[in-house]
């Protein structure tokens, strides 16, 4: 009897073993079985707000920050387990939002000046600090200055933000909107103008200069360009300095057409004018457009090597680039990559073994991650996830090469792919909806012979971004691709041969032209968006509520009181210099209506970010800076705790309030 419990007790116990083995294969890959987050510890009383970040060749890492500190860590790479130690290189700067390392000296930026700073005695501590170069302030709380980035003949560029009245505006100081080349004298030779929030620049190995920049006044969506010497990137703010004689443009604010087109239909007016190199569609793929590296690590970081990592300070995540030169110009495409870090990511820079420190901050500019500032290192596991690695312009469409050979029934069945294209206006507005969004016919599909390409044949448009998303596509091996979508910006259409459009056939041997994607169907905004007092209130509300903004993702309220079926009057002035829209939600559903608005990707802009749900009860519709909008409603029967948040992607997990409903 006790050897047959033994038995079945064994059985049990390998029944269970195979139940939990198979729950793990079924397991869908997530962003950490590749790249996984690792937290470096900040010492209590730190208040290690991140502007800048320098990797020092001995391992260790100089951090700037927002309260004009220099911190350098030591072990920053927890090596033997060990916990990191801080200790404070230099203090009583003015925001120092960059960083540089170079020949025993830090490189920092403040905000009216290239500071170099050397320990001279060695004892840790800075003791010489010394101007390379300055520019006037106006105190204007916007004129944030970033770099230096050191080119290989050891001149610097910096790049320095408009002040904000409202709208961006340079001429409250010098060179405010332009990138400037400062040479080891100090020397300024400006470089390049029409920048608005320029947080992020890049030299590429190549020597070639790239700028990130937020969406905002004159920019639709978050963008990267590519600048040579007199270019113009698009905000006319930084234009009244062209007059300077050293200046190496002579446009005019009064030369920049101001019509709602697509930015390439200005471009061909003004010859200055230059279109990104990629766009960075707004909410999908972040909203704050922050650092960008280049990989350069033999391998060390995956299959990634020769692409780029984009920052995201609002949505607290990494973005994944490939560039191309087509007919001499930048392009290429944009993919999610990871997600979850713990405050707003500002600052990007490569550790000496190949993983990617991660410098954040989120005081005034709030972010998804929760934490106020932050200190990470993104480490690659060593298992390549199955993933587009590139996609790439053809005459007649794109071909995506994969990290690992495809399924040729999935990747051949034209129902699994979902094609868009669309554009953004140029104007002076903050933002821009998504204009001219068309669906894409697939003609054909092609795979190559090794199974890692294949060609999609379609209707392409040069200038404009291309969605191309992969649904149920598998790999040979049967994985999910981790990220199934990317955006490809097409400036210029390759030469070359067109390939047959003839339609593939499937393992039936059917036509597969009628399985080719539609127009995906856009869901209508709730109808709870009323603007004029209801005749039957015959003039008279019960209570009139008046609510703003204010910095860092806040209502100015935090808790309203109404009574229950009351008639509502209610007055939203959007004072912030950020997109907002208000939503009156059910208790308890907050976190479910921000998801939602997360979720609508291409189709949120259309409509204001409200997710068409019952969650929803009323809302204003989606304002910009300065603007206001008076919705009429009657309050809720049901007393209780209701929330108001706005909706717009990024905002709803922090700017919220609550709505007190009595009796």
């Known amino acids: 009897m006790q050897n047959l419990l033994k038995l079945i007790s064994l059985i049990i116990l390998v029944f269970f073993l195979k139940l939990d083995l198979l729950s793990q294969k079924a397991k869908p890959a997530s962003e950490e079985d590749f790249y996984q987050i690792r937290t470096i510890p900040i010492q209590e009383g730190i208040e290690l707000e991140v502007g800048g970040l320098a990797p020092m060749p001995d391992g260790r890492i100089g951090v700037s920050t927002r309260r004009g500190e220099i911190w350098i860590v030591e072990n920053p790479y927890m090596n033997g387990g060990t916990s990191p130690s801080y200790k404070k290189f230099a203090s009583g700067m003015h925001e120092v939002l960059g960083l540089a390392y170079k020949d025993g000296s830090f490189y920092c930026t403040q905000r009216g000046e290239l500071t170099k700073i050397t320990d001279t005695n060695g004892d840790g501590e800075a003791d010489e600090y010394e101007a390379i170069a300055v520019w006037p302030l106006s105190g204007n709380y916007h004129e944030y200055s970033y770099g230096p980035l050191f080119d290989k003949n050891g001149d610097m560029y910096v790049s320095l933000n408009l002040a904000w009245i409202g709208y961006g505006e340079g001429n409250m100081a010098k060179w405010r909107g332009w990138i400037l080349k400062i040479k ?32 905002g006044d004159w920019v639709g ?3 990267i360009t590519h600048l040579a010497k007199g270019d113009f990137a698009g905000n006319p703010g930084g234009l009244l300095w062209t007059k ?7 446009l005019m604010k009064s030369d920049i057409p101001d019509t709602g087109e697509p930015m390439h239909k200005a471009a061909e007016k003004v010859k200055e004018l230059k279109v990104p190199a990629m766009w960075l569609p707004h909410t999908i793929l972040g909203i704050s457009t922050a650092d960008i590296i280049e990989n350069k690590t033999m391998g060390k970081f995956g299959p990634f090597e020769n692409q780029y990592f984009v920052a995201d300070q609002g949505h607290s995540k990494i973005m994944r680039m490939t560039l191309e030169k087509v007919n001499g110009v930048y392009q290429g495409a944009i993919f999610p990559f990871v997600d979850g870090f713990q405050s707003g990511i500002l600052r990007l820079r490569w550790g000496i073994d190949g993983s990617i420190f991660a410098g954040m901050t989120s005081r005034g500019w709030s972010s998804t991650g929760k934490e106020k500032f932050g200190l990470q290192r993104l480490e690659w596991t060593g298992k390549i996830p199955f993933e587009m690695k590139e996609i790439k312009a053809m005459p007649d469409g794109f071909e995506i090469e994969f990290t690992r050979p495809v399924d040729l029934k999935t990747v051949q069945n034209m129902k699994n792919y979902e094609l868009n294209s669309f554009n953004y206006k140029y104007h002076h507005t903050y933002g821009s909806p998504v204009i001219d969004n068309k669906s894409i016919k697939l003609k054909n599909v092609i795979v190559s012979s090794d199974k890692m390409k294949v060609r999609l044949v379609m209707d392409i448009r040069q200038y404009y971004i291309h969605e191309i998303k992969l649904n149920n596509v598998l790999s040979e091996s049967g994985e999910s691709l ?5 955006f490809y910006t097409l400036n210029e259409i390759p030469a070359g041969d067109k390939v047959s459009t003839n339609m593939p056939k499937n393992d039936m041997g059917h036509d597969m032209s009628a399985m080719s994607n539609t127009k995906p169907i856009l869901l ?37 009181q109404v009574k229950a079926g009351s008639k509502i009057k209610w007055i939203f002035n959007n004072n912030d210099d950020m997109t907002h829209n208000l939503a009156i939600i059910a208790p308890a559903s907050a976190d479910a209506v921000a998801t939602l608005a997360m979720n609508l990707g291409l189709k949120g802009s259309d409509l204001g970010y409200i997710p068409n749900t019952p969650k929803v009860l009323y809302h204003t519709g989606l304002l910009q800076p300065d603007d206001a909008e008076t919705i009429y409603f009657v309050a809720p029967s049901k007393p209780g705790n209701y929330s108001y948040i706005c909706t717009y992607p990024g905002h709803g997990q922090i700017m919220r309030g609550v709505l007190k409903v009595v009796k």
């Open 244 to 250: 300077e004689p050293n200046s190496p443009l002579k």
């Open 221 to 223: 969506s978050g963008r």
């Open 184 to 215: 080891p004298n100090g020397e300024i030779e400006p470089f390049a103008t029409g920048l608005r929030s320029p947080a992020g620049i890049l030299l590429n190995e190549a020597g070639d200069l790239f700028y990130g920049e937020n969406q």
């Open 482 to 486: 981790l990220h199934n979508f990317g």
């Open 524 to 560: 209508a905004p709730s109808a709870k968006r009323q603007n004029e007092m209801p005749v039957s209130w015959n003039g008279a509300e019960d209570q009139v509520v008046s609510i703003g903004t204010k910095p860092g993702l806040q209502f100015d309220t935090k808790t309203i």
